[in-house]
């Protein structure tokens, strides 16, 4: 049981360039989201799922797209990078996310340096 | 608009002392409140979590104090140990365990000096 794994753990891009980040997860759970934490700022919701096949925009959507093709994945992805974009990106994944004991589980992160 | 407001942002405390970290916010919605710490690294994990139902919850050294009325809930660790170091942030979400995503606060680096 691996939990919630990322894919890549580091990445340097240009100005422009394009990729995708890879979420995934073995719990069965239905619910998983993309932050971005940048220093001094917290975590920053950017897109969420309530399941397979939907996406959602969450606080900081804008530059980013996503999708939920398999329950278990959720990706990540960025068009036309830009520095702004230069951050570390969290993955979390919850069961159902309506029980107080129920826990938000996160991924490792991504490392991600746009020049 | 910043809806959750975390404080202070670095708090140093003695091995044995009592570490306090606090939080308010705004949207009167916010029906969960969770605490997770972060080593560097790693990413966030959860710590301890309360609803606005009830005006405390301690797990081990780890306490919630919530104040519905005032809007801010905090967080109090007993007898800090060194391993307890780590960057702590406060949380609320609308639904439940967060389904709807969580609003993070900024985050306090504690230091627990030995």
């Known amino acids: 049981n691996a939990g919630v794994t990322q894919t890549p753990k580091f990445r340097v891009l240009k100005t422009g360039q394009s990729m995708t980040l890879l979420c995934a997860q073995d719990?069965?759970?239905?619910?998983m989201y993309w932050y971005r934490q940048d220093p001094g700022m917290g975590l920053r919701l950017i897109h969420y799922s309530v399941g397979e096949g939907t996406t959602a925009k969450g606080e900081v959507p804008d530059g980013y797209n996503v999708s939920r093709l398999k329950k278990q994945n959720f990706l990540l992805g960025l068009e036309s990078a830009a520095p702004s974009q230069t951050s570390v990106y969290f993955c979390?994944?919850?069961?159902?996310?309506?029980?107080?004991?129920?826990?938000?589980?996160f991924g490792p992160g991504t490392r991600l340096l746009v020049l | 608009q910043q809806q959750v407001k975390q404080s202070p942002q670095s708090l140093i405390v003695q091995k044995g002392g009592i570490s306090i970290i606090n939080c308010a916010y705004e949207?009167?919605?916010?029906?969960?409140f969770p605490w997770y710490q972060q080593f560097p690294g790693k990413g966030p994990a959860l710590l301890i979590a309360i609803r606005p139902d009830v005006s405390e919850k301690k797990e081990g050294r780890f306490t919630i104090s919530f104040n519905k009325s005032a809007k801010q809930f905090s967080l109090h660790i007993m007898d800090s140990q060194p391993g307890d170091s780590a960057t702590y942030f406060c949380a609320a979400s609308i639904t439940g365990g967060g389904a709807d995503g969580l609003t993070f606060g900024k985050g306090t680096h504690l230091i627990i000096q030995p």
């Open positions: 719990m069965n759970h239905e619910y």
């Open positions: 979390a994944s919850i069961r159902s996310g309506t029980l107080l004991q129920e826990t938000q589980y």
């Open positions: 949207n009167t919605a916010f029906d969960y």
